[in-house]
C-alpha cells in the first residue's frame, strides 16, 4: 500500500522487518538445539553404555626405516627412506591377514578361542606418518585377555616380519653362491684371483656378502623389534562422562548450526514487525496465544490480557483519525489464521463496550460460528440472501455481560449465522441483497463485523470490499508465511480495499495488556457465558 494511504488509517508506518539478531533466533528454535543436545548427549551415552566394562592393552613394534637389510649385505646403499610410505607398509605389515590368522591360531593353542574375524575386530593398528613404531591395540571385556591378544598379536607379527626376512636373505644367499661357483678356477684348480693392489678380489667380497647373509638368515634382522609388550590394564577404557559431556557439546553445536540453517529457510512471519512489514501496514494489537480462545470460551471468561487486546483493537477502529469505523471486513490469507475467533471476540469487545453491534457469518462455505458458540445453525445469512427470512429473523441476540457491564451500557450482540451452506455462495454473495442486508444491519449498528473466507483462495467477499469501511487482516504469528502475505497484499492493492490494519495472532501480548485491577468487582462478570437472547426483544431498538 503507498505510504499516503497508509497515512489514512492509524498514523503508524509498517516496521522495516530488520533480520533477527542470533541470540533472538537461539530464542526461538530452543527446542531444535535442545532436541538435538538430548539425542547427541544420548547417542554418547549408548556408545559409553556399549562399550562398557572393556580395557584395552597396547603393544609397540619398531620398525627401522630403511631398505631390506639383506640388499646392504650385497653392497647396495638405501636410498633417502620414505617415512610416510614407510610408516603405511608397517601398517599393512602388521595389520595383514596372515597375522590375524597366525594369532588366532595361537591362542587356540592356548585354549583362547578366537577366529580371525574376532581378532581384526578387536585389534587395532595404527602408526604415525613421522614415527617407526606401530602401535597394536587390543580391546576386550578381560584385562587379561586384552594384554594377551595384544602381545601375542604383536609376537606373530614379529615372528612373520622375521620369517620374510630371512627368507629374502636366503634367497640372495642362494645367487650369492652360485656366482662364486661360476668364478673361473686358478692355477691348481683353486679360484685365486690376482693382486688388485690393496683392493678386495671379487671372490672376496663374495664371500663377505655372503657371511653377512648368512648371518641373517639364521638370527633375523632384529626389525620390527618389540619394544613394549602389553600390560593388563587396571581401569577400563576411555572416560564416561567426558564421552557424554563431549556429546552433549557436539549437540549444542550442532543444534545451533540447524536452527540458524532452518531460521535462513524459514518463511513464515515470526514478529509483529515481519507481519506488518509484510501487508505494509500496521498492527492494531496482538492477541496472545490461550487456550481459552481454543476453547471458544465468552469474552468475558477470557484472561484479563486477552480481553485487553481485543479492547485496544475495538478502540483503534473507533478513534482512528479519520473517524470511527462503522463497518469492517475480516479476511487472511489462507484457513486457520483465527478470522472467527477475532471476529467473535472484537465484535463482543465493542459490545461490552457500549456499542451497537453486528456480526456477520459471511464464510458460507465452511460455517462454524454457530458450532463454536452454541447457536443455531438456521435461519442464517443464506435463508435470507434466498429470500426465505427477513434479516431479522435470520439474527441472533446473544448477551455479552449477562449480569451487567463494566461500564453500566453493555449491549446485545446480534449475530447472522451464515445458515445453511448454499448450492452457489459466490452468487449469493455477489447478489444485491447482500448489499442490502449490509446496509439493513450498518443502519441499526454502530459497528458492523463481517467474517469472511480467505481472500488469497475464495473470491466470495471480494463484492463487499468497497461497501465497507476497511478491511481488517489477520495472520497467524509463526504461521503465516511471507510469500502468502505479499500475495493478499498485492491483492488488496489491486481490488483499491482499503485495509485498516492487521491483527497478529498466536503472538507474545505487550505487558501492558496484563495491565489490570487484582479482583473484577462483584456484579461485572457472569458465570454461566454469553446468553442467546430472543432476537424479537432487541431486533430494530435504535442505537443509544
Not at 188 to 198: E, I, N, S
Not at 229 to 244: D, F, H
Not at 410 to 422: C, D, E, F, K, Y
Not at 450 to 469: F, G, Q, Y
Amino acid at each position: 500500500m503507498a505510504s499516503q494511504e497508509l497515512s489514512d488509517t492509524y498514523g503508524v508506518a509498517p516496521a522495516s522487518g530488520d533480520n533477527p539478531s542470533i541470540l533472538t533466533v537461539l530464542r526461538r528454535r530452543w527446542m531444535v538445539i535442545v532436541l538435538v543436545m538430548l539425542l547427541a548427549g544420548g547417542a554418547a551415552a549408548a556408545v559409553v553404555y556399549l562399550k562398557s566394562d572393556t580395557y584395552e592393552s597396547t603393544s609397540k613394534l619398531l620398525f627401522r626405516q630403511t631398505v631390506g637389510p639383506e640388499l646392504q649385505a650385497i653392497g647396495l646403499l638405501p636410498g633417502a627412506p620414505d617415512a610416510d610410505n614407510l610408516a603405511a607398509d608397517s601398517v599393512q605389515i602388521v595389520g595383514s591377514r596372515r597375522v590375524q590368522v597366525a594369532t588366532s591360531r595361537e591362542l587356540r593353542a592356548r585354549n583362547v578361542d578366537m577366529s580371525p574375524d574376532d581378532v581384526r575386530d578387536d585389534v587395532k593398528v595404527v602408526a604415525s606418518k613421522d614415527s617407526e613404531v606401530v602401535d597394536v591395540t587390543a580391546t576386550t571385556d578381560s584385562s587379561e585377555r586384552a594384554a594377551l591378544l595384544a602381545n601375542v598379536y604383536a609376537e606373530q607379527a614379529k615372528r612373520l616380519a622375521d620369517l620374510d626376512q630371512k627368507q629374502l636373505a636366503e634367497n640372495a644367499l642362494r645367487a650369492v653362491n652360485k656366482q662364486l661357483l661360476d668364478l673361473p678356477a686358478g692355477p691348481g684348480g683353486t679360484r685365486a684371483q690376482p693382486d688388485t693392489g690393496g683392493e678386495p678380489t671379487p671372490l672376496a667380497k663374495l664371500r663377505n656378502d655372503a657371511a653377512r647373509l648368512r648371518t641373517i638368515a639364521e638370527a633375523g634382522t632384529g626389525s620390527p623389534q618389540l619394544i613394549q609388550p602389553g600390560y593388563a590394564p587396571s581401569s577400563e577404557a576411555g572416560n564416561p562422562v567426558q564421552t557424554i559431556v563431549l556429546g552433549v557439546l557436539l549437540g549444542i553445536v550442532l543444534g545451533v548450526g540447524l536452527a540458524l540453517l532452518r531460521e535462513q529457510a524459514d518463511r513464515r512471519l515470526h514478529r509483529a514487525d515481519q507481519v506488518s512489514a509484510a501487508f505494509e501496514a500496521p498492527v492494531l494489537t496482538t492477541v496472545p496465544r490461550n487456550r481459552k480462545l481454543k476453547r471458544n470460551k465468552p469474552f468475558t471468561d477470557l484472561p484479563p490480557e486477552v480481553a485487553e487486546a481485543f479492547r485496544m483493537l475495538q478502540m483503534n477502529l473507533r478513534f482512528g483519525p479519520t473517524g470511527p469505523v462503522r463497518s469492517v471486513l475480516i479476511t487472511s490469507s489462507r484457513s486457520r489464521e483465527g478470522k472467527t475467533t477475532i471476529a467473535w471476540n472484537l465484535a463482543s469487545a465493542a459490545a461490552a463496550a457500549g456499542l451497537s453491534v453486528a456480526l456477520i457469518e459471511a464464510d458460507l462455505r465452511r460455517p462454524s460460528m454457530a458450532h463454536r458458540y452454541g447457536l443455531r445453525d438456521e435461519p442464517g445469512l443464506s435463508e435470507a440472501l434466498l429470500g426465505e427470512v427477513s434479516v431479522a429473523d435470520a439474527v441472533q441476540a446473544v448477551l455479552t455481560h449477562p449480569e451487567g457491564s463494566q461500564n453500566g451500557h453493555s449491549r446485545a450482540l446480534h449475530v447472522v449465522t451464515a445458515g445453511q451452506v448454499p448450492a452457489n455462495p459466490s452468487a449469493l454473495m455477489q447478489s444485491s441483497v447482500m448489499l442490502r442486508v449490509l446496509d439493513v444491519l450498518r443502519k441499526d449498528h454502530d459497528l458492523v463485523v463481517i467474517d469472511t473466507p480467505p481472500l488469497a483462495h475464495v473470491a466470495d467477499a471480494i463484492s463487499l470490499l468497497r461497501h465497507v469501511d476497511g478491511v481488517l487482516v489477520t495472520a497467524s504469528v509463526s504461521s503465516t508465511r511471507g510469500p502468502e502475505a505479499g500475495r493478499l497484499k498485492d491483492q488488496l492493492q489491486g481490488l483499491g480495499a482499503r485495509v485498516l490494519g492487521v491483527v497478529a495472532n498466536g503472538g507474545s501480548a505487550m505487558n501492558g495488556y496484563a495491565y489490570a485491577p487484582p479482583a473484577t468487582p462483584r456484579g461485572l462478570r457472569g458465570s454461566n457465558g454469553d446468553v442467546p437472547l430472543d432476537p424479537l426483544d432487541v431486533i430494530g431498538q435504535p442505537p443509544r
